[in-house]
């Protein structure tokens, strides 16, 4: 991966996710016992941050810097580029200059693919508006494997904004590499998984259902992944609040769930997960896929920026 970009899911095989994942079990190997290391000692990360983010900023920040790297952290940048009308591609050239590798968050679909094209350093999508978010589809990859040991026979439940919620649809391209049982996805009809996305995991062989209610998977599912309804992404927020609330899991929902299941969202929740639910064994989403991002970016870092 030296010097690649990270731009879609599209682009990794079954053997990069293995080999970035033993990166990631590495790098928590050292936070563990060392809390960092230098081996990005020299090296500096440009994070331009165009839409709200804390832990997908954070974890790339502590990430680079637990490798001994420098950082430019720029958030909440104004979309109308750096207030002042710079386009993309001016900025990405400025501060590429600056920096071995960018990572963009920004709210246009493509627009990392903008930002590689303007520079030769490599460049990472941290989230493109509603399309993608590859770098949290590894570490929820990383996450399932951490606790299962493989992909292929499991049942994966994916819960709430299919069509607006850009991890879901990273992932489902990352399941579609592998042979799960099946794929639920569970959703109100108004929030389905984009057609397109469906059809590619469905020519890729994988078996998919669609629902729109979730008690009926419960038993059989092996990882329940809930997504919150991207309320940033509608244009009529009457329709939001109709479908807000469409799936809140509750200690009643647990009862109900497979008890050797786990329970993931990538945060950050508004409501489709009660704090009861955090201390039961299944949710990992606080004490495993939150940290395992860091472990996950601090791999995605040293591969891209070693050889
Ligand atoms: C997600 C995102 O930004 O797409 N958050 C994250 O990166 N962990 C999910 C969300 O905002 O709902």
Do not use: C, W
Not at 88 to 100: E, G, I, K, N, Q
Not at 229 to 235: D, G, S
Request: charged share 25%; glycine share 6%; no cysteine.
């Amino acid at each position: 991966m030296y010097k690649k970009d990270i731009l879609s899911a599209d682009q990794f095989t079954r053997e990069d996710i293995a080999a970035v994942v033993e990166k990631a079990k590495e790098m928590r190997d050292v936070v563990v016992k060392h809390g960092a290391t230098d081996i990005l000692k020299g090296k500096i990360m440009t994070a331009l941050f165009y839409e709200p983010s804390s832990r997908t900023f954070g974890s790339f920040i502590a990430a680079m810097q637990r490798l001994g790297g420098g950082i430019i952290p720029l958030q909440g940048v104004v979309y109308s580029s750096v207030a002042k009308g710079e386009s993309l591609p001016d900025t990405v050239r400025t501060f590429a200059s600056f920096s071995d590798v960018i990572v963009l968050r920004h709210p246009t679909v493509g627009a990392s693919h903008t930002a590689a094209d303007a520079t030769e350093k490599p460049v990472i999508n941290a989230g493109d508006g509603p399309g993608e978010h590859p770098t949290q589809a590894l570490l929820d990859l990383f996450t399932i494997i951490d606790r299962f040991g493989k992909i292929d026979g499991l049942t994966i439940t994916l819960v709430g904004d299919l069509k607006n919620g850009r991890t879901v649809h990273s992932l489902l391209t990352l399941l579609a590499l592998y042979k799960p049982k099946v794929v639920n996805l569970v959703s109100p009809s108004v929030l389905a998984m984009p057609p397109e996305r469906l059809q590619k995991a469905k020519q890729a062989g994988i078996h998919v259902a669609e629902m729109d209610k979730l008690d009926d998977v419960l038993a059989t599912t092996d990882v329940l992944y809930v997504t919150r309804v991207q309320k940033e992404r509608f244009t009529d927020l009457d329709v939001y609040e109709r479908v807000k609330h469409a799936y809140v899991i509750t200690p009643e929902t647990m009862k109900k769930l497979n008890k050797n299941a786990i329970l993931m969202h990538p945060f950050p929740r508004v409501g489709e997960i009660e704090t009861d639910v955090d201390s039961d064994p299944r949710a990992v989403y606080l004490t495993q896929q939150i940290p395992n991002g860091m472990y996950m970016r601090m791999a995605l870092l040293a591969l891209i920026l070693t050889r």
